[in-house]
């Protein structure tokens, strides 16, 4: 029972490793099942509930989107003149679903829109959601999206780099550098400045999200309570405060070093000195090279000193199209000098060796430093610039989407942007959209061991699962059932050595003994059972003659049991 149970808990658990982030199999079975292209009948989705953003671009294509006509800050000659365009993916796995693609490579794009109505963080989490594709392999760009902040300035025409923002979110990577990012601008409320803070980066490996080319959901969670989530594939992948989980934190320092303080020129703090009073020995020589000729090696007989290392090859030909004028004078290349092989040529020079009277440059012994004062540090004070922001979720109002970047890839697909503050219509959506797109996606996805082993690099702990799944059903089936008569030899395997009668040998002896039946001996039967009962009444007398002795005498001569054992047995008919 024991071991049933544990088997199905293991089972269990796979199950759920599979069912991970899929929300429900039966409303995607008839899109598995319907793999094939020309089956498919994809419906655009529509939001059931409150949102502030929605864009799936099936039907509207880019309405409601405006395209930057503004300059880089930094460069007046620099456009975001890369193109935008409404298309289905490379694969067409889904006919009829199309999404904004950033088509140019390595060009600046901007485009953005307008918010239904603005959103104020008040008491309503903000839960902003988006698919990205990469549908080439990305060598350096970014995918992330920007939330405009509220200002009467905001004119999604002049969209450029220095747009104020409130949030930046999204993935991003250049060189082996893979990033989800998540960066809020939060109000200095002393001076008023605002200033970036970063969330840290994720503890899992993200370059499978950039090389395998699907489609990927990308959440991020901010709650009232200053707590925040990433999510790739409805999987959390980072989680923190805002107050305890940016860099640099929100709240600065209440105090700080005295910028006017400065170490005093007689402080001490080297923790150990040469010993002043240690003498160099007269007899070290800092002049002695560290290597020297091995004088032990001569100079072989048949070296030649005449002769060079290298001479020109002799079957080597100046090239018909060699110019003088433009290539200078030829030269025929140099090859090895056959002569050298023998022993060698040129100047001979002795091997070196380490040099036993080689010391290097002498240097006092350290030793501990009385006048050590320690590291100094400078004072400590009130930072005039401290302030406690016990509310960082309360950042500027946003009121439009915005995606400014560049990358050297193109073809990047963003899809099935919202942005709401109901969890539930956001699962809603996801069900009606990336889940589908999942759905299709995995029936077209590597087999089942495959995906156990794509499972465990994503998630380490899974290899955990694996092992009380696999093997430890495997011990406890041998700790239950070994040893046992199904899996060892038989019971009379071993054989007796000995003569001697042993413990069980009195029943082994009367079974022996008892009457045999013979169909074709049947003339016999009453001799054989007269012998038959009189060696059956023997052993019976040593088996009484053995109990009588152990219970009078607390044992038996195991000599005189065996003997008359024996002497009986020869009298039993075979």
């Given at each position: 029972?024991?071991?049933?149970l544990?088997?199905?808990?293991?089972?269990?658990?796979?199950?759920?490793?599979?069912?991970?982030?899929v929300?429900d199999?039966?409303?995607?079975?008839?899109?598995?099942?319907?793999?094939?292209?020309?089956?498919?009948?994809?419906?655009?989705?529509?939001?059931?509930?409150d949102?502030y953003f929605?864009?799936?671009?099936?039907?509207?294509g880019?309405?409601?989107?405006?395209?930057?006509?503004?300059k880089?800050?930094?460069?007046?000659d620099?456009?975001?003149?890369?193109?935008?365009?409404?298309?289905?993916?490379?694969?067409?796995?889904?006919?009829?679903?199309?999404?904004?693609?950033?088509?140019?490579?390595?060009?600046?794009?901007?485009?953005?829109?307008?918010?239904?109505?603005?959103?104020?963080?008040?008491?309503l989490?903000?839960i902003?959601q988006?698919?990205?594709?990469?549908q080439n392999?990305?060598?350096?760009?970014?995918?992330?999206?920007?939330?405009?902040?509220?200002?009467?300035?905001?004119?999604?025409?002049?969209?450029?780099?220095?747009?104020?923002?409130t949030?930046?979110?999204?993935?991003?990577?250049?060189?082996?550098?893979?990033?989800?990012?998540?960066i809020?601008?939060?109000?200095?409320p002393?001076?008023?400045?605002?200033?970036?803070?970063?969330?840290?980066?994720?503890?899992?490996?993200?370059?499978?999200?950039?090389?395998?080319?699907?489609?990927?959901?990308?959440?991020?969670?901010?709650?009232?309570?200053?707590?925040?989530?990433?999510?790739?594939?409805e999987?959390s992948?980072?989680?923190?405060?805002?107050?305890?989980?940016?860099?640099?934190?929100v709240?600065?320092?209440?105090?700080?070093?005295?910028?006017?303080?400065?170490?005093?020129?007689?402080?001490?703090?080297?923790?150990?000195?040469?010993?002043?009073?240690?003498?160099?020995?007269?007899?070290?020589?800092e002049?002695?090279?560290?290597?020297?000729?091995?004088?032990?090696?001569?100079?072989?007989?048949?070296?030649?000193?005449?002769?060079?290392?290298?001479?020109?090859?002799?079957?080597s030909?100046?090239?018909?199209?060699?110019?003088?004028?433009?290539?200078?004078?030829w030269?025929?290349?140099?090859?090895?000098?056959?002569?050298?092989?023998t022993?060698?040529?040129?100047?001979?020079?002795?091997?070196?060796?380490?040099?036993?009277?080689?010391?290097?440059?002498?240097k006092?012994?350290?030793?501990?430093?009385?006048?050590?004062?320690?590291?100094?540090?400078?004072?400590?004070?009130?930072?005039?610039?401290y302030?406690?922001?016990?509310?960082?979720?309360?950042?500027?109002?946003?009121?439009?989407?915005?995606?400014?970047?560049?990358?050297?890839?193109?073809?990047?697909?963003?899809?099935n942007?919202?942005?709401?503050?109901?969890?539930?219509?956001?699962?809603?959506?996801?069900?009606?959209?990336?889940?589908?797109?999942?759905?299709?996606?995995?029936?077209?996805?590597?087999?089942?061991?495959?995906?156990?082993?794509?499972?465990?690099?994503?998630?380490?702990?899974?290899?955990?699962?694996?092992?009380?799944?696999?093997?430890?059903?495997?011990?406890?089936?041998?700790?239950?059932?070994?040893?046992?008569?199904?899996?060892?030899?038989?019971?009379?395997?071993?054989?007796?050595?000995?003569?001697?009668?042993?413990?069980?040998?009195?029943?082994?002896l009367?079974?022996?003994a008892?009457?045999?039946?013979?169909?074709?001996?049947?003339?016999?039967?009453?001799e054989?059972?007269?012998?038959?009962?009189?060696?059956?009444?023997?052993?019976?007398?040593?088996?009484?003659?053995?109990?009588?002795?152990?219970?009078?005498?607390?044992g038996?001569?195991?000599?005189?049991?065996?003997?008359?054992?024996?002497?009986?047995?020869?009298?039993?008919?075979?």
């Amino acid at each position: 029972m024991q071991l049933q149970l544990i088997s199905y808990l293991g089972v269990c658990g796979l199950t759920l490793v599979f069912a991970e982030g899929v929300a429900d199999d039966s409303e995607f079975q008839d899109d598995a099942e319907s793999s094939h292209p020309n089956r498919i009948v994809y419906k655009a989705p529509k939001p059931v509930g409150d949102v502030y953003f929605v864009a799936s671009f099936d039907t509207d294509g880019l309405e409601g989107w405006v395209k930057s006509e503004a300059k880089k800050d930094d460069s007046n000659d620099t456009r975001y003149d890369g193109i935008w365009a409404i298309e289905e993916s490379y694969n067409q796995k889904m006919p009829g679903n199309k999404g904004l693609v950033l088509k140019s490579q390595a060009k600046h794009h901007a485009i953005a829109a307008y918010f239904k109505k603005p959103f104020h963080f008040k008491n309503l989490p903000l839960i902003v959601q988006y698919e990205v594709h990469f549908q080439n392999e990305i060598q350096c760009g970014g995918a992330y999206l920007k939330l405009l902040s509220v200002d009467d300035q905001l004119d999604l025409r002049k969209l450029f780099d220095k747009t104020p923002y409130t949030i930046m979110f999204g993935p991003d990577k250049c060189g082996q550098d893979y990033k989800l990012h998540f960066i809020f601008r939060h109000r200095d409320p002393v001076t008023g400045a605002y200033k970036e803070k970063h969330a840290r980066k994720p503890d899992i490996d993200l370059q499978s999200y950039f090389i395998d080319r699907i489609p990927h959901l990308y959440t991020l969670i901010v709650r009232p309570d200053n707590s925040f989530e990433l999510l790739i594939d409805e999987n959390s992948v980072s989680k923190g405060s805002l107050l305890q989980d940016m860099t640099p934190p929100v709240n600065p320092p209440k105090e700080i070093d005295d910028p006017n303080h400065q170490k005093p020129e007689d402080w001490d703090d080297r923790r150990q000195i040469p010993d002043p009073e240690s003498v160099k020995p007269h007899d070290w020589d800092e002049d002695a090279p560290r290597y020297i000729p091995d004088s032990t090696v001569m100079k072989p007989d048949n070296w030649l000193d005449e002769e060079p290392e290298y001479i020109p090859d002799p079957e080597s030909t100046k090239p018909p199209d060699w110019d003088i004028d433009m290539d200078g004078e030829w030269e025929k290349p140099k090859i090895p000098n056959p002569l050298c092989m023998t022993a060698g040529c040129g100047t001979w020079k002795p091997p070196m060796i380490p040099n036993p009277a080689y010391k290097g440059k002498w240097k006092a012994p350290m030793i501990d430093n009385p006048k050590y004062m320690g590291v100094w540090k400078p004072r400590k004070i009130p930072n005039p610039d401290y302030f406690e922001d016990t509310k960082p979720f309360l950042m500027t109002p946003i009121a439009a989407v915005g995606l400014e970047l560049w990358s050297l890839t193109p073809d990047i697909m963003f899809d099935n942007f919202i942005i709401s503050s109901d969890e539930r219509v956001v699962k809603q959506w996801v069900k009606d959209t990336w889940a589908r797109t999942k759905a299709i996606y995995d029936a077209d996805g590597p087999g089942l061991i495959l995906q156990l082993f794509l499972a465990a690099d994503k998630r380490p702990w899974l290899w955990g699962v694996y092992v009380v799944t696999v093997a430890l059903p495997v011990i406890l089936f041998i700790s239950f059932y070994w040893p046992d008569k199904r899996f060892g030899p038989p019971d009379d395997y071993y054989y007796k050595k000995t003569d001697d009668v042993q413990i069980n040998d009195e029943e082994k002896l009367i079974t022996e003994a008892e009457p045999q039946e013979s169909d074709q001996h049947d003339q016999q039967d009453n001799e054989d059972k007269s012998k038959e009962m009189t060696a059956g009444g023997a052993l019976r007398k040593v088996k009484a003659d053995l109990e009588t002795s152990s219970q009078t005498q607390g044992g038996s001569d195991p000599g005189q049991v065996t003997a008359e054992a024996l002497r009986y047995r020869k009298t039993i008919p075979k």
